[in-house]
């Protein structure tokens, strides 16, 4: 519990540049202010992954629920054929399947034999099967689809509703596959991304500060240090920015603005704006 309290003072007083701060800071051994922000980041980004999350979280549960709902849907007599490249089912007409996700109708899938690719620019579809190929929805390409051909390797494959009946346990077992490979990246890839690029830019600053000091007792251990102490403000502003969906490179800038900023006032109020004391660090 004291820790913690120790922890929260220390981050209340390092959110703004202050005198107080800064001279205490500059007694501090290394490791403490190492430990602040190595906690800092990684109490920010599990807050952070757990508001991200939660809803796409949800959104892959929602997901599920109307996929089985679809396949529900899918009329009993409906078989499709696939065999050498082609494919043909034993209706006379295109088939259609609508499925209801995020309070939105979505034409999820088209069989249609007698249609070309591009035709799914015109149904607006997610999905289209075609005698020979399947096609998806592209918003990336010029065109707007992708288009592969159907396996002339396979023989004579039977797909009706009993069989996507069947398939549903391994939809379930991909999409939570998918949900707990998401969580992993968020959290795991996420924090290490961040530790990476906030300390590199972090020990960038604090060099040349140092280089611009040269003349005062400023080692640059300890001018990374109080920058591990700087970039509180500005990293708890990252988070929250894309929490918004700010686009990512204006969040990328808003950090490295700051964090200059942040960290030149507290090396000012350190070093230049009171007598400093003698800093017994050893100079690099």
């Not at 980004?45 to 996929?67: E, G, V």
């Not at 696939?82 to 494919?87: I, K, N, P, Q």
């Not at 968020?186 to 906030?198: D, K, M, S, Y």
């Amino acid at each position: 519990m004291r820790k913690v309290k120790t922890f929260l003072s220390v981050w209340q007083n390092s959110l703004f540049p202050n005198d107080q701060l800064s001279r205490k800071i500059i007694r501090f051994n290394f490791g403490f202010s190492y430990r602040y922000y190595l906690l800092l980041i990684l109490s920010l980004h599990l807050l952070f992954s757990a508001l991200f999350l939660f809803p796409r979280l949800l959104k892959i549960n929602q997901l599920k629920n109307s996929l089985f709902q679809t396949i529900n849907l899918v009329p009993d007599r409906l078989t499709i054929f696939f065999d050498r490249g082609l494919v043909w089912s034993n209706l006379d007409h295109p088939y259609l399947a609508w499925t209801d996700f995020d309070r939105q109708k979505i034409l999820l899938f088209v069989l249609d034999e007698n249609a070309g690719p591009n035709k799914i620019n015109q149904y607006h579809s997610l999905m289209m099967l075609t005698r020979d190929y399947f096609v998806l929805t592209n918003l990336g390409s010029a065109s707007g689809f992708a288009a592969f051909p159907v396996s002339r390797t396979t023989n004579l494959l039977t797909v009706n509703k009993t069989v996507l009946m069947n398939a549903r346990g391994e939809i379930n077992s991909f999409l939570i596959v998918l949900a707990l490979g998401l969580s992993g990246l968020i959290i795991f890839g996420g924090v290490a991304l961040v530790f990476v690029c906030e300390t590199a830019w972090l020990i960038v600053l604090s060099a040349m500060i140092r280089l611009i000091l040269r003349r005062r007792r400023a080692s640059f251990v300890k001018l990374l240090q109080i920058a591990f102490h700087a970039a509180t403000f500005p990293l708890a502003l990252t988070y929250i920015l894309i929490l918004l969906q700010i686009p990512i490179m204006a969040v990328v800038r808003v950090n490295l603005i700051l964090t200059i900023i942040y960290l030149v006032g507290a090396v000012y109020e350190t070093y230049l704006g009171r007598t400093p004391r003698l800093d017994r660090s050893t100079e690099t």
